[in-house]
């Protein structure tokens, strides 16, 4: 079996918090997940969804060996990620239920999905597409 060419990897204040929200918003499982030595921060986290991987980590400093920040250092968001799924209202309705900030609430779209955006607790902004057109 082949692995993602692409892994998305988030950096967030509090990696457990952040495996637990996005295991209970889309459904996934744990993956390989490995503790800092201070034994408090998540060095290297994974969540599973049809053996797609989103890799979790807590923010370090570069002298920790850290390169990115997470969105509250970085006062905003550099990117969106999103997760094409089968019932985009369910995931939003979840996300919001575990304290997701909604930015578009669930709606047809004009290429032929419904559609909807969240932020997470961590400062992440996902997108939530569920193809309806199958021609699209």
């Known amino acids: 079996m082949r692995q993602d060419q692409f892994i ?25 997940n490995v503790m800092a030595s201070d034994g408090k921060r998540l060095m290297h986290g994974e969540v599973v969804l049809d053996r797609h991987r989103l890799f979790v980590s807590d923010e370090f400093t570069e002298s920790e060996g850290g390169s990115l920040v997470q969105p509250g250092s970085l006062r ?37 999905a419904r559609y909807g955006k969240f932020i997470d607790p961590f400062g992440h902004e996902w997108g939530v597409n569920q193809q309806t057109d199958t021609a699209a």
């Open 76 to 112: 905003g968001r550099s990117t969106r990620i999103t997760v094409e799924v089968d019932d985009a209202d369910a995931v939003i309705e979840r996300a919001a239920a575990h304290g997701a900030s909604v930015l578009m609430p669930v709606q047809d779209m004009f290429w032929g």
């Open 8 to 32: 998305p990897h988030v950096v967030v204040s509090d990696g457990m918090a952040a495996l637990e929200f996005y295991k209970a918003v889309f459904g996934g499982t744990d993956g390989h």
